[in-house]
Structures are given as structure tokens and as C-alpha cells.
């Protein structure tokens, strides 16, 4: 058995450099190339058997665009979710640091 494990493609809260924590975006156009890349790349390493996902967008878009590609739905559970950060949530790293610089 092997574990194929892809992080979600680049978000807006990426392209912003902020914080996302389970703050829940969207992707930009270029994580949904890099989703689709994964996808392309994934089905020529072999057959996949199933596809787990987070079901914040950004990782379950990313899910599902590989799912199309390897024709697979992702099952979306939410112990994948990301860590909930609080406060820093939405925050850039120079936000984070003035706020709460302890």
C-alpha cells in the first residue's frame, strides 16, 4: 500500500500571506493548475483507491480536481481539517507579531 499525501494548491490567503488556520478560502487559478498537475502526476504513478480530503474549499477543490482526473470522489472527513489558530486566524505574519508579540 502506499500514501500519496498533496497539499491543498495555492489559495488566496497564500497569494495574501496570511494566516489560514481552518479560516476557509477559495483557491487561486494557479493552485487549481497545481491541483490539476498533482492529478496528472498522481495517475502516472498507478491506481488510486481513494482520496480523503479536508472539507475546508481549498483542500476539498484540490481533492476534487484530482478526483476528475483519476476518476475518484474524495470523501471529505473532517479530522483532516487544518489546526484552529484563534486570534491568528486572516493575519499576516507582521500582523501576528504587532498583535501578539509574546
Known sequence: MSLILVPHGQSQANLMRRIQGQGDGDLTDRGREEARLAGERIA????VDVIYASPLRR??????????RLDRQPILLDGLREMNLGALDGLNGEESRTRYPE
Open 44 to 47: 502516472e504513478i498507478g491506481p
Open 59 to 68: 483542500a476539498a477543490e484540490t481533492a476534487m480536481i484530482i478526483g476528475e
